[in-house]
């Protein structure tokens, strides 16, 4: 999750990274289904994190366990991952995919990423990793001009600037393979997308609130797509390309 303009987030603005109504049941999840089965190194960069002033950017615990269980489901080998502050998420991805699977990730910001990359790298699998510093879309506008980079991505994941998504679906739409998936973070934008047009909301949400309806209207009716829309985090949106 990233903020747009300068306001900053709290833990209060998301609540608990999860729009379920109940804390408890929330925890539950947690203490019951997550926590004893996350990895140790995980667990470790979880906690890392939590030490960061932007710690409500990262993906949540449940939200880790489910990218990891949902690349081993579709044994995904080439992947790439567009926003990865201190790289919770990646290391999800990295400990699901295959030895010589390989992940480009891409971030403005190294130095959040060099916070979490001594786990990544105690974990065994920063040699599956390739970061690049900067903006996403002139790699991938590079990277099209390659014939053999299409459908060469068995899995996408997208948790950058919001502004940006239907820019980066433009592209990563030819990038993913038929029968691959791309999923976009942060569709339910801290459940303002349900909120009335005239409600008091939060600078940054406002901001990016619109970009991310558009977005969840153009994937609802983009015919080479399947999607599904998930209560996870912040809300998540696989699409399975059909062709």
Same mark, same amino acid.
């Given at each position: 999750m990233e903020a747009n303009g300068g306001d900053k987030m709290s833990h209060q603005d998301f609540g608990?990274?999860?729009?379920?109504?109940?804390d408890d049941l929330y925890q539950y999840i947690l203490e019951t289904s997550v926590y004893p089965r996350e990895p140790e190194s995980m667990k470790e960069l979880r =906690?890392?994190?939590a030490k960061h002033p932007w710690s409500v950017?990262?993906?949540?615990?449940?939200?880790?366990?489910?990218?990891?269980m949902l690349l081993k489901l579709i044994n995904a080998k080439n992947t790439? =991952?567009?926003g990865v502050y201190t790289?919770?998420?990646?290391?999800?991805a990295a400990l699901a995919i295959p030895h010589d699977g390989k992940i480009l990730a891409m971030d403005i910001n190294r130095e959040d990423y060099e916070l979490g990359l001594p786990v990544i790298e105690k974990a065994g699998v920063a040699h599956k990793i390739e970061f690049k510093e900067g903006p996403a879309l002139p790699v991938l506008d590079e990277m099209l001009k390659d014939e053999k980079n299409y459908g060469s991505l068995d899995f996408i994941f997208v948790d950058a600037d919001k502004n940006n998504y239907i820019n980066y679906h433009k592209r990563l739409i030819d990038l993913v393979k038929i029968?691959?998936?791309?999923?976009?973070?942060?569709?339910?934008?801290?459940?303002?997308?349900?909120?009335?047009?005239?409600?008091?909301?939060?600078k940054y949400i406002m901001d990016s609130r619109d970009f991310v309806l558009e977005l969840n209207k153009a994937l609802a009716a983009d015919p080479r797509i399947e999607i599904c829309m998930l209560p996870i985090g912040d809300g998540v949106t696989l699409c399975r390309r059909i062709k």
């Open positions: 608990h990274k999860s729009l379920l109504q109940s =906690e890392v994190t950017m990262a993906t949540s615990a449940d939200g880790g366990q489910f990218l990891n790439m =991952e567009i790289g919770y998420s990646l290391l999800a029968g691959g998936v791309i999923g976009y973070d942060n569709t339910l934008w801290g459940g303002s997308v349900a909120a009335p047009p005239d409600a008091p909301l939060k």
